[in-house]
């Protein structure tokens, strides 16, 4: 099938310009041409007067966490599970999303699925399970629990691996990647979604930081941590770690050490706002909704303290459940404290390094998939537009092929 995009501005995301207008030709699944007149086609799009860009790429996503009523997650069956999730995915392509990292969590049947063309979704690329310490981030059980016979045991669920010591957090690393994580993804500091670890403790040592590091690199890949302290920062791009996703506490000096490493942060303000404002009537506890606060607050401070020190930024959300629908929204508050140029340079050149897909997305040019957002107004005049994607969006298109999407309300 032969699909041509014809008469819109197209968007150079090496240059972060619109270079002018053209027909962009995908064939196949892939782009193949760019030409100045429109050659035949199965489809033509006309986009006369609007901005052709790749699709969006969210390096922070959760399709595992479908509500933010934890109770429910901890009762749903996997039939349950599956459609909840097979929802998100849909939706999120909706929203331009054609690419996305998910950070935890067992996603190997939506992306089988939407593989085979049984679901419309998104590109996956995922860390697997969240590989967490006993009271860590990742350790979401309540309820007494039996001591461990000795330190290498594991435990899992379809959310993360809990393990405790240099042997135990290797043998995750190696579960991990033997069962298709494109990367890994572990805790170094406390969390807003549990209730057991508190804001500012630092999780796992040097030693077992480095086991997981060692692990990726092994198989050519990285690693991923969740952070926020400045403390739980500096140890994890010490040892290695390339992605800080949040880092909402990050100080000068951890940012100047994720500079120094060549570390990349991910910050994630949309969920943030999205808890404290539905959490409550969302069932999110109220432990949650008070450390939410916390980051929520550091925000935009994180953003302007990582960008004084040179600390390369991506582009994620880190919604749950219900509020996905507000993903978007990563746009306009980035935007309070960002130019809209530094924002797509997180979203397409930064995001694509970080999902492994280079050259393949975030790009419009030949060999890339065909996966394009048409926008009705100028992202780089007004990227707060992009907010609201059903009146933003007049097109979406994943490897040529248009995606169903909602009417926007009137």
């Known amino acids: 099938m032969r699909t041509v995009i014809e008469n819109g501005t197209l968007f150079d995301t090496e240059s972060l310009s619109f270079t002018g207008e053209a027909a962009l030709v995908i064939e ?13 086609a199965d489809l033509k799009i006309d986009a006369r ?21 934890f109770r429910k997650l901890s009762q749903w ?20 999303f054609t690419t996305v990292r998910d950070l935890g969590g067992d ?9 085979s063309g049984v ?26 629990r039996p001591v461990p016979d000795c330190a290498c045991q594991m435990r899992h669920t379809a959310f993360g691996i809990v393990a405790d010591g240099v042997d135990a957090v290797r043998k995750a690393a190696r579960h991990n990647l033997r069962d298709g994580s494109d990367f890994l993804k572990i805790h170094v500091s406390g969390g807003v979604a549990t209730p057991s670890d508190p804001l500012d403790c630092t999780q796992y040592t040097a030693d077992e930081i ?10 050519r890949t990285y690693v991923a941590a969740h952070a926020y302290t400045p403390e739980a920062i500096a140890l994890a791009v010490e040892e290695g770690v390339h992605s800080i996703e949040h880092g909402n506490l ?4 951890a940012a100047e050490a994720m500079t120094r490493k060549g570390a990349v942060m991910v910050p994630t303000l949309a969920t943030y706002e999205a808890m404290f404002e539905f959490g409550a009537a969302l069932g999110l506890p109220a432990v949650n909704r008070e450390k939410n606060k916390a980051v929520y607050d550091a925000g935009l401070a994180s953003l302007e303290i990582a960008r004084a020190a040179g600390v390369t930024l991506g582009f994620g959300t880190d919604l749950i459940g219900e ?26 050149q930064v995001n694509a390094k970080l999902c492994r897909l280079e050259g393949k997305v975030g790009t419009l040019k030949p060999g890339a998939f065909g996966d394009v957002v048409i926008a009705r107004q100028n992202p780089l005049e007004n990227i707060h537009a992009l907010a609201e994607p059903e009146t933003a969006l007049s097109h979406v298109l994943k490897g040529g092929k248009p995606v169903a999407r909602p009417a926007a309300e009137t």
Do not use: C, W
């Not at 996603?107 to 593989?115: H, N, P, Q, S, Y």
């Not at 679901?119 to 007494?144: C, F, K, N, V, Y």
């Not at 929204?329 to 397409?348: G, H, N, Q, T």
């Open 77 to 96: 069956s996997e039939v349950e599970f599956g459609l909840h999730m097979a929802r998100l995915a849909t939706e999120t392509l909706q929203r331009g």
């Open 28 to 40: 196949d699944g892939l782009i193949i041409d760019i030409v100045p007149k429109a050659p035949a």
């Open 323 to 348: 509020t996905q629908s507000r993903q978007n929204r990563e746009f306009a508050i980035r935007a309070e404290v960002e130019p809209a140029r530094d924002i797509l340079r997180a979203l397409y």
């Open 250 to 253: 990050i100080d000068r000096a």
């Open 119 to 144: 679901l419309e979704g998104p590109r996956i690329t995922r860390a697997g399970r969240m590989i967490s310490q006993t009271g860590g981030h990742g350790d979401a059980e309540g309820g007494a």
């Open 210 to 219: 480095a086991a997981v590091v060692a692990e990726a690199r092994n198989r």
């Open 49 to 69: 007067g609007q901005y052709v860009m790749p699709g969006f790429i969210d390096a922070h996503i959760h399709l595992r966490l479908a509500t933010m009523d």
């Open 107 to 115: 996603v190997e049947g939506i992306i089988r699925a939407i593989r």
